[in-house]
């Protein structure tokens, strides 16, 4: 039986050998064969469960595997993930309160699978999020992989505050009158009572400071009512108790209970909300640990007050009255308040760096309608737009300057300090800076097809991602909750049975200890934080690290595979000469039928030698039989006769003979670095042309300070062996190959793979796609194809090798931050715990009160972020 599915999440050749290869692992499949983009037919011998199908190939990565007739669901119902090459599993939806549950992916809009459980219990990359999640909300700890919130509201798993992805494009602006702001319009125009010109509203996205407004106000009233109680509670430690000449122990105890009430029912109440949610849910966490220990605390001091006669006299004081904890509770429940404080105050700062590339993005743009400018909604561009971009202003979308020139600061985008000078024809982008001229640009790219929108989008979805080095973390925060209650009731019996006199109160404050130190939410952050920080430092220096684990894995990357042009050398190449060794046919003829051949190719060597003609005003004739053959050149018939242009191996191809005379001459182009591509007309090789594309100025020294960090660079190209070998001569590379097709560096990759090696591959084309799937950390020019970039896990801009340098830099003081804060989070709980359990007291007499335990608790989450926050301002 055969039946054809649909499969997405492929986005390479590697995902469909992969797909391919792992359907056809599976018993009861005869035959699975996969196609690009999304189709899979498979023969099977007895049938095999979509289900089935679905949990394996889950297991080889985050793809999702469906019959063709599948109804897509409806809006607003769960969907799965899409990511190439990673290996997260999608999320079951919870049984309470999801209706505002959203999911959302990158290409498709697909169920779940029944089989995929929580996303932080597995190790896998966060799957990337599509336009459509931007304004919703998610959990910075990635507890539910994809899953994304239409409101703001607690993480159902480890009860955080769910934060906010933020907008890709500005909302829509208004404009008001600065002297009559209750004028309020859609588009740009004057004011109808005084005329005055409008201006642009600004919209300004105050989610977090209102959270933490809140939390603020909210704070105060805990204080307020906490400092009282502490005071009453501490007033007994005194000698001749002044409190006690107005009134008695009981009734204090009464006004702590009612000072209690604001503190633990508005100010806290949240706490033991998330407490309750989390037990329900049954995914237990810091906030279960809060409630249970600092709400057993309180209904006990009230149990105390009403029924004092049923507790032992172990819990009594020498007045009679029962020990009551109100002060613990308050202060407690204060001091994590505190820390949620902090801590929404810090984390609003881990996302700074997509905060200023949004800023980057204007919100009016000038357009140009009949030599007339009309203010607009950056949203309102369309392309082939002509815009008109003043002295100081940021350029609103992509495109190309139509008239003018002027110099662009780029920083904001590549890192690079230094203005670029542009002019007519010259390409620009959205949140550049212009100069001190005046230009018109035409629109070509708008809304989230611009770089920036490109790089926010890449951004985001790289800072929600998970490292593999959060693998033991996720799986000791996955047990690290019923541990700590177990621990708390063994230490309860423990000191119950063996402890000193009041044995029981002793029992009852150290287990409190114990609930209120532990910290699991320290251990969950302690990557997240790091990777988003990081991330965004690399994105301000022109860095693009489309994920966590391309970040970890590039500071253990050992070898460095390079392409040549366009990695290498400037991309930019241009013909020094067309020489012709007949005499049956001029230069200019050549010109002329190389010209029309290239006029069809989108490579960069056929870009220079139409540009060369179209300088000398020679006119391209048809081709209709052009073909490209890959990896050599390209052939067509022009005036009866085939014409090839390329590289030996393609003159070879067709039995083509190369003269001595030509090849002594193309030898000598060749070893002062130049590309030589020969000509022949039927079959006889008639010419050459010299083709010269300069070495980029900063790869020399990019690839000098890669080696003395211990990195072995190979340079992998298409060009013949004397051009490879005059270039790697002069940047001093012990090792290259040239001559090689696409398919023969995805093999030297799969070489020094298997020899151990960590490999890295920069390159630009469409031909190194297939090697930087492959390669352990593909990087992408950013001046290169779209197909190489998507292929790639980090991207540089500027495409520059030194960009490498900041690549490896980087992850290696991330990767280090994590580890950092990996220790402080293990260390703050292994020796957190027995400290309140109350292992020290029998050799130093040392015991940890709950509210020092409240305290530790509350700040250990906000060192692992302060720790991370640090990341923005290193030198990579």
Avoid at 151 to 173: A, F, H, Q, T
């Amino acid at each position: 039986m055969k039946h054809t599915y649909k499969i997405t999440g492929m986005t390479c050749n590697g995902c469909r050998t992969k797909v391919e290869k792992t359907l056809n692992s599976i018993e009861g499949i005869i035959n699975a064969q996969v196609s690009l983009p999304d189709s899979a037919t498979i023969e099977m011998e007895q049938h095999v469960t979509t289900e089935t199908m679905q949990e394996v190939l889950a297991e080889a990565g985050n793809y999702t595997i469906e019959m063709t007739h599948h109804t897509p669901k409806k809006e607003g119902e769960n969907k799965g993930d899409s990511c190439c090459g990673g290996n997260a599993k999608a999320t079951e939806s919870h049984q309470n309160k999801t209706e505002e549950k959203t999911a959302s992916c990158c290409s498709t809009g697909h169920s779940t699978s029944k089989y995929h459980q929580h996303g932080n219990e597995h190790n896998h990359p966060t799957p990337t999020l599509g336009p459509e999640a931007a304004g919703k909300y998610h959990c910075p700890m990635h507890c539910e992989g994809s899953k994304v919130y239409d409101k703001p509201g607690d993480c159902p798993v480890c009860g955080m505050n769910l934060e906010k992805i933020p907008e890709l494009m500005p909302k829509s602006v208004q404009f008001t009158c600065p002297m009559h702001p209750e004028i309020v319009k859609d588009e740009f125009g004057s004011c109808p009572i005084c005329g005055m010109d409008l201006v642009p509203m600004e919209h300004s996205d105050n989610e977090e400071d209102a959270i933490y407004q809140k939390l603020l106000k909210k704070f105060k009233v805990a204080v307020a009512f906490t400092i009282p109680i502490f005071i009453i509670a501490m007033s007994e430690m005194v000698s001749n108790n002044p409190l006690y000449n107005i009134l008695d122990q009981k009734m204090w105890n009464w006004v702590q209970l009612v000072l209690s009430i604001p503190v633990v029912f508005y100010a806290t109440w949240m706490f033991f909300e998330k407490a309750w949610k989390s037990i329900k849910t049954r995914n237990l966490n810091m906030f279960t640990l809060i409630g249970i220990g600092a709400g057993i605390a309180w209904v006990f001091s009230v149990f105390a007050m009403l029924f004092p006669d049923i507790f032992p006299a172990q819990f009594k004081t020498p007045h009679g009255n029962v020990f009551v904890y109100f002060e613990a509770t308050t202060v407690i429940l204060t001091l994590v308040l505190l820390g949620q404080l902090l801590e929404a105050r810090a984390h609003s700062q881990t996302s700074g760096a997509i905060k200023e590339l949004l800023k980057l993005v204007p919100s009016t743009a000038t357009l140009l309608v009949n030599g007339e400018e009309k203010i607009i909604a950056i949203d309102k561009i369309q392309q082939g737009d002509l815009l008109r971009v003043k002295p100081g202003d940021k350029i609103p979308v992509d495109g190309v300057i139509n008239e003018g020139v002027s110099s662009i600061d780029e920083s904001m985008i590549t890192g690079e300090p230094i203005p670029v000078d542009k002019k007519q024809g010259d390409k620009v982008s959205s949140g550049t800076i212009n100069g001190t001229k005046s230009f018109v640009m035409e629109a070509q790219k708008v809304g989230s097809e611009t770089l920036l929108s490109q790089i926010i989008t890449m951004v985001n979805n790289a800072s929600r991602s998970k490292a593999p080095m959060q693998k033991l973390a996720d799986k000791i925060s996955k047990y690290f909750v019923p541990i700590v209650l177990v621990v708390a009731v063994l230490t309860f019996i423990v000191w119950a049975i063996f402890g000193p006199e009041p044995a029981y109160v002793f029992a009852f404050v150290n287990a409190i200890a114990v609930l209120i130190i532990a910290c699991p939410c320290a251990l969950g952050l302690a990557t997240p934080m790091s990777v988003m920080v990081g991330i965004g430092r690399g994105a301000q220096s022109g860095v693009l690290i489309k994920n966590a684990e391309a970040l970890e894995k590039m500071e253990k990357v050992d070898t460095l595979i390079v392409d040549k042009t366009g990695t290498i050398t400037e991309g930019k190449p241009s013909v020094e000469k067309v020489i012709s060794i007949s005499e049956k046919i001029s230069e200019t003829d050549l010109t002329q039928k190389i010209a029309s051949l290239n006029q069809y190719s989108e490579h960069p060597l056929a870009e220079a030698v139409v540009k060369f003609a179209k300088e000398k005003n020679i006119k391209d004739v048809d081709v209709p039989d052009f073909e490209a053959v890959k990896g050599k050149g390209v052939i067509g018939t022009i005036d009866g006769h085939q014409v090839s242009l390329g590289n030996d191996k393609l003159l070879h191809q067709f039995n083509i003979e190369l003269s001595n005379n030509l090849l002594e001459q193309a030898k000598a182009e060749q070893q002062q670095g130049k590309t030589v591509s020969y000509i022949a007309i039927g079959k006889e090789a008639v010419g050459y042309v010299t083709i010269f594309d300069a070495i980029k100025k900063t790869s020399e020294e990019a690839i000098k300070t890669l080696q003395a960090k211990g990195i072995e660079v190979i340079m992998l190209t298409g060009d013949n062996k004397n051009t490879a070998q005059a270039v790697a001569e002069k940047l001093q590379l012990k090792h290259f190959k040239a001559e090689c097709l696409p398919e023969d560096k995805l093999k030297e990759i799969e070489l020094l793979q298997a020899q151990g090696k960590i490999v890295a591959m920069a390159g630009d084309g469409i031909n190194d796609a297939p090697a930087l799937a492959q390669s352990d950390v593909g990087i992408a020019m950013g001046t290169g194809t779209d197909v190489a970039i998507e292929s790639a896990s980090i991207t540089l801009v500027k495409g520059d090798l030194q960009g490498i340098v900041k690549a490896k830099n980087l992850s290696h003081k991330v990767v280090q931050n994590i580890k950092q804060n990996l220790f402080f989070a293990f260390i703050y709980n292994v020796l957190g715990v027995p400290v309140a359990a109350g292992v020290l007291f029998p050799i130093f007499g040392i015991l940890l009160s709950p509210m020092i335990a409240a305290l530790a608790m509350s700040f250990s989450s906000v060192s692992v972020i302060g720790n991370a926050l640090r990341l923005r301002n290193v030198k990579i």
